[in-house]
């Protein structure tokens, strides 16, 4: 059973850095694209960050880009994003999704989403 289990949410003042941890269990598949999505009360869920597979491959929110950062480890069963100089938008349950790349394609899309960790809160004060 594959499961992915999210860790190192919290509560942060603005300008502050969080880094969550995502273990990945239940399989060995080679073509995992690893995201973090997240998700804001009333909000729809909306990608933050991507990593192919290969690792050489990253994808960010425009939102995002210069303060977060994914990396994974080399067997690929744990995806990691460092949060730096957060703000109070950086807020909501960000959620660990694991993605079968295509074609050598990683659409990292929620809708092509393969499998969801239960989520982990972040929570960003002024």
């Known amino acids: 059973q594959v499961q992915l289990v999210e860790s190192g949410g919290g509560s942060v003042e603005a300008g502050g850095s969080l880094t969550l941890t995502c273990a990945v269990s239940g399989h060995t598949y080679a073509g995992k694209c690893l995201a973090w999505f997240r998700q804001a009360p009333g909000k729809d869920r909306e990608l933050v960050a991507g990593?192919?597979?290969?690792?050489?491959?990253?994808k960010y929110a425009d939102s995002v880009k210069g303060r977060f950062s994914i990396s994974q480890n080399n067997a690929k069963d744990t995806v990691f994003l460092q949060m730096n100089s957060l703000k109070p938008g950086d807020s909501g349950t960000y959620f660990c999704?694991?993605?079968?790349?295509?074609?050598?394609?990683?659409?990292?899309?929620?809708?092509?989403?393969?499998?969801w960790g239960q989520g982990t809160q972040v929570t960003v004060s002024s």
């Open positions: 990593i192919y597979p290969s690792g050489d491959r990253t």
């Open positions: 999704a694991e993605e079968h790349e295509y074609g050598g394609i990683c659409l990292f899309s929620r809708h092509g989403t393969n499998y």
